[in-house]
């Protein structure tokens, strides 16, 4: 049984980066859907798309950015966790490598980047940072 599914997400990615793959397909959920439109938005990802299968369960493929053979996405990890969840106001907004990376945060009007939140000034859940 998986208990958080934002991290299998996050792995499979990293994970998908390290061996060059050029796409990766997970289990579909809303929350990942918009997770990854936000990494396609800010250009870590390209081409998200819901994928129904034979099977009953839909899947998420996302396709993989490389730079000159580099990965876009070099360091991904999860802030807030089943266990421990991490709540900021907008003033106290993570800058993820001096703003060179981003956060994606929960907040009452849905999931953005973390200088989304903070131009509109909105406080939220910080679930991961990217670079």
Not at 15 to 33: C, D, G, I, T, W
Request: hydrophobic share 40%; net charge positive; aromatic share 6%.
């Amino acid at each position: 049984m998986m208990t958080d599914p934002i991290s299998d997400m996050l792995t499979r990615l990293r994970n998908a980066f390290a061996v060059s793959k050029r796409e990766v397909v997970l289990p579909y959920s809303n929350m990942k859907f918009a997770i990854a439109k936000i990494l396609e938005k800010e250009g870590y990802v390209n081409a998200v798309e819901k994928v129904s299968s034979d099977s009953k369960f839909p899947m998420l493929r996302m396709g993989l950015v490389y730079r000159d053979s580099t990965p876009a996405m070099v360091e991904v990890h999860r802030v807030s966790k089943p266990g421990h969840r991490v709540y900021v106001r907008c003033d106290e907004m993570p800058r993820v490598k001096s703003d060179m990376g981003i956060a994606i945060v929960s907040t009452s009007n849905g999931l953005m980047t973390n200088k989304d939140a903070r131009s509109r000034k909105l406080g939220g859940e910080i679930l991961c940072e990217v670079f």
